[in-house]
């Protein structure tokens, strides 16, 4: 199993630019997300995304889902009306990017990075009131390698 930690200190190298180039790269490519990053301090946005992939590393390097973590970070999500269909856009935008800065980059690399990000995504998304935001969409990481999975305790996001 390739470790996320070592991948996460080559990526954290080029930190800023590793954040400048996700964010750029998101809202170019789906323009539809901007309104949601209006009045944003991006720079917190920035070290907050670079501080929780370190956490996500370390976590799924120890085999341990930080639940509440995650949980609590979906209902923030759920309170900022992110509906669950824009969550794919952030995955496969991430994945790009961490791909893009990791000059060790490989397979097992990518499927490690996507099953933590997937996973963290299910545990965001089953925070979600149910029937408060639109059905989920299919979760689209990478090269539509993920398997969907379900989730039982909320309805409204079966697709995941
Ligand atoms: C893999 C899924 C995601 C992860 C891991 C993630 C991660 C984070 C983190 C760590 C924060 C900072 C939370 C804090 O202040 O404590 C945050 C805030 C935020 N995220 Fe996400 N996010 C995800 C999905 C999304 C999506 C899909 C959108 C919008 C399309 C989004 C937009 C925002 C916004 C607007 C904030 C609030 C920034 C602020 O007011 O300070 N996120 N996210």
Redesign the pocket.
């Known amino acids: 199993m390739p470790s996320l930690q070592k991948s996460f200190l080559r990526i954290s190298r080029q930190q800023n630019e590793f954040a400048d180039t996700f964010s750029r790269d998101l809202l170019s490519q789906y323009p539809q997300?901007t309104p949601?990053?209006t009045g944003?301090?991006m720079e917190?946005?920035k070290r907050?995304?670079i501080a929780?992939l370190g956490e996500l590393a370390s976590s799924f390097d120890q085999g341990v889902q930080p639940e509440k973590r995650f949980h609590d970070?979906g209902l923030?999500?759920a309170e900022?009306q992110?509906p669950p269909r824009?969550?794919p856009?952030?995955?496969s935008t991430?994945l790009a990017t961490l791909a893009q800065f990791d000059p060790q980059w490989s397979e097992e690399l990518k499927e490690a990075w996507a099953s933590a990000?997937q996973e963290?995504?299910r545990l965001?998304i089953s925070r979600y009131p149910s029937g408060s935001l639109p059905q989920a969409g299919r979760v689209f990481i990478g090269q539509g390698m993920l398997a969907r999975k379900k989730v039982g305790r909320n309805p409204g996001t079966s697709d995941f």
């Open positions: 997300l949601f990053f944003v301090d917190k946005h907050d995304l929780f970070l923030l999500h900022l992110i824009d969550y856009a952030f995955g991430l990000i963290c995504v965001m």
